[in-house]
């Protein structure tokens, strides 16, 4: 009773605030209810009993990676996007196409309901020691790896936004 | 005790509003956040299987996306910043060339 209730709380700050994502047409707006999306995910992730990432969402993309979002918002002065044809077109054509593909999925999940079971709040609990035993024992090679590529995209990011001498 | 299909559900809900505001939006900016909602919505989902199967690889492919969408993230503004640069502009209708 308690999940359901929580559940649909969070779930529904969740869609209203990429809703509200979807429709606001300045973009600070629009970072700011990412945000709100990020943060009920967040809080959705604890009940899900993955306690560590719930932090890390918060901390990382909540915090750091819309932070820097923001910043480039304000650094670049962006205002209201205008409406183009462009916009038209993708409407026309996209939105039935992303209905057909929302109700897919939902028809697929649905018929495949019983197969999935239900899921319960404690169930399952990952602590932090568990999920560090797993990312440096079984997951050794690609944590490695993704620090290789985090350390490229830090050069990529330093070229790419340096200014070109004349 | 709730489906998990609700958790899937949600996912979907959240990756279809990322789709639609990629197709629709022009600003560039606000096109990178819905790459951001869409990883978010996939991230629900990854979680959801995890707590479901009971396995901690889930959480683990998790921080895998994270890091990915930071290195994303960063690169990706930054070739905001030099498109803005020489263009002046954050319309994606305007940005048609390949070359900065």
């Given amino acids: ?166 | 005790m709730i489906p998990l299909s609700w958790y899937l559900i949600l996912g979907a809900i959240l990756f279809a509003i990322g789709v639609a505001s990629f197709l629709i939006k022009r600003n560039i900016i606000t096109i990178f956040m819905s790459i951001e909602l869409m990883l978010n919505a996939v991230n629900l989902t990854f979680i959801a299987f995890a707590s479901h199967w009971h396995q901690v690889s889930g959480q683990v492919f998790v921080f895998f996306v994270m890091v990915v969408a930071a290195a994303e993230a960063a690169v990706g503004l930054a070739i905001v910043l030099s498109v803005f640069r020489t263009r002046e502009t954050l319309n994606v209708d305007q940005v048609n060339l390949l070359k900065l």
């Fill in chain 1, 1 to 166: 009773m308690l999940h359901t209730i929580l559940f649909f709380i969070f779930a529904g700050i969740c869609v209203a605030g990429a809703l509200n994502f979807l429709l606001q047409s300045h973009p600070v707006n629009s970072a700011l209810s990412l945000i709100v999306v990020m943060g009920s995910l967040a809080l959705l992730f604890l009940l899900l009993g993955a306690e560590f990432v719930a932090a890390v969402q918060v901390i990382v993309y909540a915090g750091a990676v819309m932070v820097l979002f923001v910043f480039v918002i304000m650094l670049l002065n962006a205002g209201e996007e205008e409406h183009t044809r462009g916009n038209k077109v993708a409407l026309l054509l996209g939105v039935p196409g992303l209905v057909v593909f929302f109700g897919l999925i939902c028809w697929t999940l649905s018929s495949a309901r019983l197969q999935f079971g239900q899921v319960q709040i404690g169930d399952f609990y990952v602590p932090t020691n568990d999920l560090g035993i797993a990312l440096f024992r079984e997951f050794l090679l690609p944590f490695e790896v993704t620090s290789i590529l985090v350390l490229i995209a830090i050069m990529g990011a330093v070229v790419l936004a340096r200014r070109e001498r004349q």
